[in-house]
C-alpha cells in the first residue's frame, strides 16, 4: 500500500490544519452535546446548562472554545448572550474535511 501526504501545498495543508483544529473542537463530548443543543436554535447559557448536565463555568469554557474554532456565533441581548451554530462555517468545515479524507 502506498502513501502519500495529502498536503502537498500550502491550501492542503491549511485544510489539515482546519480540520485538525475542528476536530479537536469537537472532540470532547460535552461540547458535542452543546453543538446538538444548539441544532435546535440559539440559547443562553443558562438554557444549555441543564441540558447538558455541567457547570455555568464549565458551559462558557466549552462555549468559547467552539466560538474560537468559528462553530459558534454570538448575539447580545440585554445581559445574556445567546450563541448559536454558525452554519455557513459549520458548512465549510464539513466540505474541508471531505476533501481531506477523500
Excluded: W
Amino acid at each position: 500500500m502506498e502513501f502519500t501526504c495529502c498536503a502537498k501545498n500550502s491550501s492542503e495543508n491549511e485544510n489539515v490544519s482546519k480540520t485538525y483544529a475542528f476536530l479537536r473542537a469537537i472532540s470532547d463530548p460535552n461540547r458535542l452535546k452543546i453543538l446538538c443543543v444548539l441544532q435546535g436554535g440559539s440559547k443562553c447559557v443558562c438554557e444549555i446548562v441543564p441540558v447538558v448536565g455541567i457547570s455555568d463555568k464549565l458551559a462558557s469554557h466549552h462555549l468559547k472554545q467552539l466560538k474560537d474554532t468559528g462553530l459558534l456565533i454570538e448575539k447580545r441581548e440585554g445581559k445574556f448572550i445567546r450563541y448559536g451554530l454558525d452554519k455557513k462555517v459549520i458548512k465549510e468545515y464539513k466540505k474541508i474535511f471531505n476533501q481531506v479524507i477523500k
